[in-house]
């Protein structure tokens, strides 16, 4: 893992310097800190810059990184895990090779298969190639987007980066924080991609690859979540596609063993991350260090499930335990390095976990992600079924009482919880075949958040996020079956822009660790896209082919247990004793008015409600998250934007 920055005049009257794509690295040199490069094209049309986290071929791996003939160069960021077998198969056609690094067969492969040569890999990455004899540039971003980059256009030139900040040395002026975005944000959990928290500013879009050339901007998209249609599954018997599963997971995890460093693995105690250290375990002799994290409020702690599969595969363990103390004190921080607003307190915990891991000495990590998504794990998709079951006879009086499957907690014998279960989950069913039937209870909740706008928010709003939404979709979409839907609406909503994003590469990078996420490899995706939904989810028992495939390599009490959602502590983490200085001073009234985002008084009316310790809802736990990250990011990045251009030490300016 590494940052990458760089710029690429649009015009002839415009050049590009060593010191402009230098200013570029320094704030990212958290993602590289063992090694940096520049080039600059001869004609000063072109720089790329590179800070490099150094993990495969540590003393050959250095960019930015030419072809023999110094026409293609490459910056790289990520890992291309097939890298061994490529290479062997560029050298058959006759290529030659001078390192041992995966980054070189990115520009040999481009030399044998053109743009096409994002096909030929097996990573996760984002990566910026020019080609020098056509005057050509690609920025390219992994399929799923567990890497970012991020790009815009200053006057004639072209920006991008691996971070936004890397982008701010080179604005005339501080950013803004977009509306449309806060909307999107606050209904989805993150903007739409590819736009971000900031006007004008965009990512390359998961499985897309924009190309510059004679001055133009295009956007192509290389891959994209695809299902069958309705009934036209992968045919097998449910043993032998077990199996199958296993296999490309076996392999999957295998190739991101990848490194000459050593790798260790995170240990939540649930199905996903168990079943990559069951796989580490059983295909590789290296002895394996796993990494834990833990609440001191026990309704979130999962160490007994932890310590089951640790005494279970006799694997080295260290853990952190999270306190709300910590949460508060390090949240600012947290939005610092993810660059966006966030609506829960969940990635500052994973913060510390990457933190613990690289003290330990790692810098490589396998994770979990990606299986709730691509096997059916949430239990949004539970919701989603029985409410299209319930669709069927929305009159029905028992079919709602299903959730309690759910929720067993519900209290389904009093009238006012059936008031809300009809009022609440019944959200759509009118008309089940919408695009966003799977997902309508979870934004209805997020957008409720939405009531703390400003009256200067609301009226600059111009159009439905929702609505904005439903046109990205691809045409296929509504040949799916509902429950592959509601898989591509999470994928490429909460899990590319969140999960990944916010929780992933900026928790992990932010400790100089690479995260590598076995269950997000491309094959493994393709093979479970075309699975039958009942072998995603058995009635309601979640990833079932999943745990059929590791029920005799796990603990029972681990390969039957139901999903445990991860969850930190969110209000209560800044207000269990006197809410830090930085919250009072962000949520005050002078702030909240200077800013303009929020309505001052509704927001007043929550501070005191979370500083009395009254029961805290759901959504005031989401708003007051969300407001107070929002009021950071303009702290931070607008109101902080001449002085984080000065800034020499990243980490200082961190801390509010």
Not at 102 to 126: K, M, S, W
Not at 261 to 290: F, M, N, Q, W
Request: proline letters at 5%; a negative charge.
């Amino acid at each position: 893992m590494c940052g990458i920055s760089g710029i690429a005049a649009l015009s002839v009257n415009s050049k590009v310097s060593d010191r402009d794509v230098r200013s570029m690295l320094l704030p990212q040199q958290h993602r590289g800190p063992d090694d940096s490069g520049v080039y600059l094209d001869p004609a000063f049309r072109l720089g790329l810059g590179h800070v490099r986290l150094s993990i495969v071929d540590l003393a050959g791996g250095i960019q930015p990184m030419p072809n023999e003939d110094r026409s293609v160069w490459v910056s790289f960021n990520g890992e291309i895990f097939n890298y061994q077998e490529l290479r062997q198969s560029l050298l058959k056609d006759g290529h030659h090779f001078h390192t041992q690094s995966d980054t070189e067969v990115i520009v040999h492969a481009y030399e044998q298969y053109g743009d096409d040569f994002v096909q030929q890999l097996n990573g996760q990455f984002a990566i910026a190639l020019w080609d020098q004899r056509r005057q050509r540039l690609l920025l390219l971003r992994d399929r799923v987007g567990i890497l970012p980059l991020f790009y815009t256009r200053q006057n004639d030139r072209l920006l991008f980066a691996s971070e936004i900040k890397a982008l701010l040395p080179q604005l005339a002026e501080a950013p803004r924080i977009s509306p449309a975005a806060l909307d999107h944000l606050f209904t989805f959990w993150a903007p739409l991609s590819p736009n971000t928290l900031f006007d004008n500013i965009f990512e390359v879009s998961p499985g897309h690859m924009l190309i510059l050339e004679n001055g133009d901007l295009r956007d192509v998209l290389y891959w994209d979540w695809r299902f069958p249609e309705a009934g036209d599954y992968q045919r097998g018997t449910d043993d032998e596609l077990a199996g199958q599963l296993y296999q490309l997971l076996a392999d999957a995890t295998q190739i991101r063993l990848r490194a000459d460093v050593p790798v260790g693995a995170y240990l939540s105690g649930g199905l996903d991350s168990s079943t990559l250290v069951a796989l580490i375990c059983r295909h590789s002799e290296a002895p394996l260090k796993t990494f834990s994290i833990g609440f001191e409020d026990q309704s979130l702690d999962e160490s007994t499930f932890q310590q089951q599969l640790i005494t279970h595969l006799a694997v080295e363990n260290s853990r952190i335990v999270s306190r709300n103390n910590d949460i508060a004190e390090q949240f600012p921080a947290t939005i610092f390095h993810a660059e966006t607003a966030v609506l829960r307190t969940a990635a500052t915990p994973m913060k510390q976990l990457s933190a613990l891991a690289r003290a330990s000495g790692y810098k490589v990590v396998l994770t979990g992600e990606g299986a709730d998504e691509v096997i059916g794990g949430y239990d949004l998709f539970k919701e989603a079924k029985i409410r299209q079951f319930w669709a069927r006879q929305p009159q029905s009086e028992w079919r709602p009482l299903l959730l309690k499957a759910l929720y067993p907690y519900l209290d389904t014998a009093g009238a006012q919880t059936k008031a809300y279960l009809n009022n609440f989950y019944s959200i759509g069913l009118d008309d089940p075949e919408q695009p966003g039937f799977s997902h309508l209870t979870r934004w209805f909740t997020t957008a409720r958040c939405k009531a703390f706008f400003s009256k200067e928010l609301n009226a600059v709003l111009r159009e439905d996020a929702v609505e904005r939404l439903t046109q990205q979709l691809p045409p296929a979409f509504k040949t799916w079956h509902p429950f592959n839907r509601g898989q591509y609406l999470e994928a490429k909503t909460l899990m590319s822009r969140y999960l990944l994003c916010s929780q992933g590469d900026r928790m992990l990078m932010a400790n100089s660790v690479e995260g590598r996420y076995p269950f997000l490899d491309h094959r493994v995706i393709e093979f479970a896209n075309c699975l039958q939904p009942r072998l995603k989810m058995r009635v309601l028992n979640e990833k079932y082919l999943l745990k059929k495939a590791m029920q005799t390599h796990l603990p029972a009490q681990i390969a039957g247990r139901h999903k445990q959602p991860y969850r930190a502590p969110d209000i209560p983490a800044f207000f269990s004793s006197h809410p830090p200085d930085y919250v009072t001073e962000m949520l005050s009234e002078d702030k909240l008015r200077e800013y303009g985002y929020f309505d001052a008084q509704k927001v007043g009316l929550l501070f005191k409600k979370a500083s009395r310790g009254h029961t805290i809802a759901y959504k005031d736990n989401m708003a007051l998250v969300g407001l107070l990250s929002t009021q950071l990011c303009h702290y931070f990045f607008v109101e902080g934007f001449s002085k984080l251009n000065h800034q020499t030490d990243v980490t200082a300016v961190s801390s509010a």
